[in-house]
C-alpha cells in the first residue's frame, strides 16, 4: 500500500487540530501568515490532487513521444533541430538588416531599402521568437522524457552491480538513507536551475504556511530531469523497497510544514525540523536557497546550504503571482520562461533563461531593461 495515500485521513486530522490551535493563538496573539485563509487552503489542496492526477496521466501522454522509444519520437526531435535551425537563421538575417537601421543617411540613401530592411528585420525576429520557444519546448520534452524513460528502477534494477540486499532492517535502512541523500541533490537542484525550479515552484507559490501548504506539490515531474532513485537499484536495493522509502520520505515531509511546533534542541543538529523548513520556505534573502534536505539535515551542513531559523520568515515568492487560480499556480513559471525564451535575441541568453537559476533571470532583465532606456 501506498504509505502516503494511507495517511490521507491522517492529513486532514491534523490539519483540523492545527487550524484550531493557529485560531486560539491568533485569538491570543493576533493574526499571522500561518493561519489557515479559505482561499489559499483550497488552492493546496487542489493543487495536491492536480499532482496525483499528473502522476498517472503523464507517462502515458508523454510515452508516445519519447525518442528512440515513442511513436512520435522521431517527430519531436526533427522538430526541434528545425526549429533551432530556423531560429538561427532567422537571428543572422534580423541582426543583418538591423545593423542598417543605424546606419547614417550617407551610407544608405534608399528610404524605400531602409524601409524594406525594417520590415524584414521584424519579420525575422517575429520568427525567432516562435522558433526558439518551439526548439526549446520540444527539445526540453525530448531530453526529460528519454531521460526518464532511461533511467527507471526496473531498468537500474536489471543492471545493479550488488547483489539482491533483501528485505531486512539493514536494506530498509539504506533504501531511506539513499533515497533522502538523492532527494537533497534533487532539492537543491530544483531551486538553482530555473527550469526544475518551473516544477518545484508550485510548492512554494502561497504565501502563507501551515500543513495545508505540504499538500501544494508540483504537477509538471514529467518536464524535469532528475537524480535517479532508480540508481539505488544498482547497489541491490528493491524496487519495492524504494518506493517505501519514497512514502516514509513524503510523510516526514509532511509534519514540518507548520509554524505550531518550534525548535527541537539536539534533534535538530541531524534532523530536519518545522524550524529548518520554515527558513527554507522563506523569501528573506538570507533564507534563499537554503535547508533541501528532507529528513536529515546534516546533508545541509555538509554541503554548506544550511541556515538556522533568526529573524521571522517572510513566506512565499521573492516575486508572489497573487493567485489562488490552480492553472496560473502550476503553469506560471513555464510560461514566463518561454516568454523570456521568446523575447530573446541570442542562444546564448534563451539557454541561460532555462538552465540557470531564476535569480540570473531577474539580474538579465534588469541589464536588459537599462540598456532599452540608455
Not at 554548506?304 to 490552480?326: C, D, Q, S, W
Request: glycine share 8%.
Amino acid at each position: 500500500m501506498d504509505l502516503t495515500t494511507a495517511a490521507t485521513p491522517g492529513y486532514f486530522a491534523t490539519m483540523g487540530l492545527e487550524h484550531h490551535v493557529l485560531k486560539r493563538r491568533a485569538a491570543r496573539v493576533g493574526p499571522s501568515a500561518a493561519d489557515y485563509e479559505p482561499n489559499d487552503t483550497k488552492a493546496s489542496l487542489a493543487m495536491g490532487v492536480l499532482s496525483l492526477v499528473a502522476s498517472l496521466a503523464a507517462p502515458k501522454l508523454v510515452a508516445p513521444f519519447v525518442p528512440g522509444k515513442g511513436k512520435y519520437g522521431k517527430a519531436l526531435v526533427a522538430t526541434a533541430v528545425g526549429a533551432a535551425a530556423v531560429t538561427t537563421v532567422a537571428d543572422l538575417v534580423a541582426r543583418a538588416n538591423e545593423a542598417t537601421e543605424h546606419a547614417d543617411d550617407s551610407e544608405v540613401t534608399e528610404l524605400s531599402r531602409r524601409a524594406r530592411r525594417r520590415r524584414l528585420a521584424r519579420a525575422a525576429r517575429r520568427v525567432a521568437e516562435v522558433g526558439g520557444m518551439t526548439a526549446v519546448a520540444t527539445g526540453g520534452l525530448a531530453i526529460t522524457s528519454a531521460w526518464t524513460s532511461r533511467m527507471n528502477m526496473s531498468t537500474m534494477w536489471d543492471k545493479r552491480v550488488v547483489r539482491d540486499l533483501g528485505t531486512g532492517p539493514a536494506a530498509v535502512a539504506a533504501a531511506i538513507l539513499g533515497w533522502d541523500f538523492i532527494y537533497y541533490w534533487n532539492h537543491r537542484f530544483m531551486h538553482t536551475s530555473r527550469y526544475m525550479w518551473a516544477v518545484h515552484v508550485v510548492h512554494h507559490s502561497s504565501e502563507r504556511y501551515n500543513l495545508s501548504t505540504a499538500l501544494r506539490q508540483p504537477v509538471a515531474d514529467a518536464l524535469g530531469t532528475f537524480a535517479p532513485y532508480g540508481l539505488l537499484a544498482l547497489f541491490g536495493i528493491q524496487p519495492a523497497l524504494i518506493m517505501q522509502a519514497r512514502g516514509v520520505n513524503l510523510l516526514y515531509q509532511y509534519w514540518i510544514h507548520t509554524d505550531t511546533i518550534g525548535t527541537l534542541g539536539p534533534f535538530e543538529a541531524v534532523f530536519n525540523t518545522a524550524s529548518h523548513h520554515r527558513v527554507h520556505h522563506g523569501s528573506n534573502h538570507q533564507y534563499l536557497d537554503r535547508n533541501h534536505g528532507s529528513i536529515l539535515i546534516i546533508w545541509d551542513r555538509l554541503f554548506g546550504t544550511f541556515e538556522r531559523e533568526a529573524e521571522p520568515v517572510v513566506y512565499g515568492l521573492t516575486k508572489n503571482i497573487h493567485t489562488f487560480n490552480p492553472a496560473r499556480i502550476a503553469a506560471h513559471e513555464h510560461a514566463e520562461m518561454l516568454r523570456d525564451v521568446g523575447q530573446s535575441r541570442t542562444w546564448r541568453d534563451r539557454l541561460n533563461f532555462v538552465l540557470r537559476g531564476p535569480g540570473w533571470a531577474y539580474t538579465r532583465h534588469a541589464e536588459q531593461a537599462a540598456a532599452a532606456a540608455a
